[in-house]
Every structure is written in C-alpha cells, then in structure tokens.
C-alpha cells in the first residue's frame, strides 16, 4: 500500500475469472462449459478456457455427468467450497477479545494505545473520510452559534452512528478510548471525545490540552 491508498476495504476485481464464477454460482454451483458461455455471451471454447483455468487454481473441480440416459455424458463444474464465503461471527470475535482486554491491568490505556497505532496507518488522511469509511456516519457539528466549532472554538465532528454498538453497550469504557485513540492516531495529536453511547458522540479535533 502506497502513501496515498487508503481505502479501507478491497471491493475485489471484476475479472473473466470472477464473471464465471458468479456464472457457476447462479447455477447453484455446477454448470457446463456451453451454460456458462451461454449465460455470459461467450464462446463455449472461452468459457472452457476460464473454467479448465479455475481447476487449476482449485477455485472448481470437474467431472463427468452421471446420465440414465445414452449419450456422451458432459464435464460439469462444480465450485469448491471457499472458507472466504459463509457466516460471519466478527461480534462474536470482538466480544471475545474485548472480554479478554477488560480483564488486563491498565486496559483502558492498553484499548486507547490499540486506537492510536491503528490510526497512525492513516496518518495525514482526512479524519472524516476514515470515519466514514469505519461507519461512524460523521457530520460537522455546529456550535450554538451557529458556528462549525465546538467548546473553546474547537473544530467539532459529530459521530452519529456507531458502527461497535453491540459491543460499546457493555464496554464504553474500554471502546471509547479506543475510538479517541484511533482519531488520535489519524490527526497526529491528543483530541477530545464527548462519548454518549447509543446517542451522538462528538469529537473536538483541536489538540487536547
């Protein structure tokens, strides 16, 4: 990753590979050559190319149909199971380890250090753009004058979703110095965070005192 990717999430690469796959996956995982290159407009001999190509790899596995009938039987293929797809259980994971986190001395600080080096991946970003991406659906806050700062005429963010809320339910305090951290590890400096968990938090970007 160079200096100026900082893209959160890898949205994947829309291949010929990838195409027949999603192709064998709309039919429910087993197909022929001439089905796939039916379904995608290609020719079956291409189709088989992309298809002898994913064997290879082990993305699929071919065989011989099994007919009742007379007739050369067709090589079907069939996708392998990928451990990428099914289930996820990341809030069984986080619940996990934040459990585990509580229970060490100096957690809170432990939590808040985890924040900043995080953030320092992203260091000189738009702070706004990485909490975005996160989840937190952030916003400039206005001031009671209508001003975008927030107390002492500090730069202020509103955090209006968050993205942990199943978890910082019964963790705010070890989560939401993790969360100051992580903006900390952003901007370069300390900052201050209004936590109200299950409501809008704010963030004064400002340097902390």
Request: net charge negative.
């Amino acid at each position: 990753m160079t200096e100026n990717q900082h893209t959160l999430t890898d949205p994947g690469a829309d291949s010929p590979a990838d195409r027949v796959v999603e192709a064998l996956r709309r039919r429910g995982g087993t197909a022929s050559a001439a089905e796939v290159g039916a379904d995608l407009g290609i020719h079956v001999s291409t189709a088989r190319f992309h298809l002898d190509h994913l064997v290879e790899d082990g993305r699929a596995r071919s065989g011989r149909e099994k007919r009742a009938t007379r007739g050369r039987p067709r090589t079907l293929f069939t996708l392998t199971p990928d451990a990428k797809e099914g289930p996820r259980a990341y809030q069984m994971l986080a619940g996990v380890l934040v459990d585990h986190l509580s229970r060490q001395d100096d957690a809170v600080s432990l939590a808040h250090q985890a924040g900043v080096e995080w953030g320092r991946r992203y260091a000189g970003v738009d702070v706004t753009e990485i909490l975005e991406q996160i989840g937190f659906a952030p916003c400039t806050a206005m001031a009671d004058d209508g001003q975008d700062e927030g107390p002492d005429g500090r730069a202020r963010i509103a955090l209006r979703h968050c993205p942990f809320i199943d978890v910082v339910q019964e963790h705010a305090a070890l989560l939401c110095p993790l969360h100051r951290g992580v903006v900390e590890g952003v901007v370069g400096h300390p900052v201050t965070l209004e936590a109200h968990p299950g409501a809008t938090c704010y963030v004064d970007l400002e340097q902390a005192g």
